[in-house]
């Protein structure tokens, strides 16, 4: 069987690294698989991370293709997954697997001397999307640190029961939430957060990673009510790892970021947005199979700005949907509202002129 591989929906760069990486896997598996334009494919590695991939794989899945998802996500809609950063022996073994399912068994062959070093492709640059006008500062949070002396007391200071209010792109969630608390600053170290006999979160400020269960509905109660520092029980090093080493993979703690988000406005536009403001994505975001609305939504927002009312139109779902989805992107950065600017008070006097302006000079 022809075993063909195609790349497409990606920039230079990772196309480059990703040709490397299969040229030195490839000849590890005595050249087995060819790669041909992504047209002539029988699987295409479409990079999931990039604005253009999520249509590139929508393209292709309507029409029967297999896609191989190159994402920094831990999960994808894709058939198959690449993680970033990749490398030669990962490329390898995605190889190898995808051949074995097409009833093609394939054995890396050790004794090469000639074939190449693992090429490892950089992490991408992830792109900084535009920072909104900050909102109308919310209600300040109770004082609930007492300062340290200039001189050591002997007495530990006060624990902050709320957590620092966000800035920036976030700063719609503030208060003592759940939200706030994973915001970028609020936690520090290794902390597990639970609920009754609910699975406990393993939450790792300093990776901003987290253990717990796949499945973000399962865990929406978490984001209801008060939480206060003390919510969050320390982790020591030994138990850390004994209860990760049965809590699956480290998942990126934007997940829950934007979970909270999601949750926070319950069908309603967060504090200090309009109804009448427009919305627009410059990042494709990681959307979740329990919400298959999102991906509808997400189409119509990453093609220019607009209204909540106009994306539900658009997209055919929900104004309460798109709410609570545009609030998700906005608490993880991947969307901002749109601010039209006026013209210069120049161009304006410029354009108020024309013909009549023109009449006056003669």
């Known amino acids: 069987m022809s075993l063909t591989l195609g790349l497409t929906g990606m920039d230079p760069a990772t196309e480059t690294a990703l040709k490397a990486a299969f040229g030195a896997a490839n000849a590890r598996l005595g050249t087995r698989w060819s790669l041909v334009p992504d047209a002539e494919a029988g699987h295409v590695i479409v990079d999931m991370d990039s604005m253009y991939g999520p249509m590139s794989w929508l393209r292709l899945h309507a029409s029967g293709r297999r896609v191989i998802g190159l994402t920094s996500a831990p999960r994808t809609q894709t058939d198959y997954r690449l993680g970033r950063p990749f490398d ?13 399912a097409e009833g093609v068994e394939l054995q890396a062959d050790a ?108 865990i929406a109660a978490y984001f209801e009510g008060a939480v206060t520092r003390s919510d969050f029980e320390p982790v020591e090093a030994e138990a850390w790892t004994r209860e990760t080493a049965s809590a699956g993979a480290a998942q990126p703690l934007v997940r829950l970021r934007w979970l909270g988000g999601l949750l926070a406005g319950g069908g309603t536009l967060l504090p200090g947005l309009d109804p009448q403001d427009r919305f627009q994505l410059h990042k494709w975001p990681q959307t979740e199979r329990e919400y298959p609305r999102h991906f509808r939504i997400a189409t119509q927002m990453m093609k220019g700005p607009a209204t909540v009312a106009e994306i ?16 998700a992107n906005l608490a993880t950065g991947f969307a901002t509202p749109v601010v039209d600017t006026p013209p210069p008070a120049e161009e304006a006097a410029k354009s108020r002129g024309g013909l009549l302006g023109r009449l006056r000079n003669r």
């Open 312 to 327: 539900a139109q658009a997209s055919g779902v929900p104004e309460a949907d798109v709410t609570d989805f545009v609030n």
């Open 111 to 218: 004794t090469d001397t000639a074939i190449p070093a693992p090429v490892t492709a950089p992490a991408p640059v992830p792109a900084t999307p535009a920072v909104p006008p900050a909102p109308a500062p919310p209600p300040a949070a109770p004082a609930h640190v007492t300062e340290a002396a200039a001189e050591p007391t002997g007495e530990a200071p006060a624990a902050v029961e709320a957590p620092p209010q966000p800035t920036g792109p976030v700063a719609y969630l503030s208060g003592d939430t759940m939200a706030a608390w994973l915001q970028p600053g609020a936690l520090a170290g290794r902390v597990r957060y639970g609920r009754g006999s609910g699975p406990s979160l393993l939450i790792d400020a300093s990776t901003d990673t987290w253990f717990g269960p796949t499945p973000l509905k399962a």
């Open 88 to 100: 030669t022996e990962q490329l390898m073994a995605l190889l190898t697997e995808v051949a074995r």
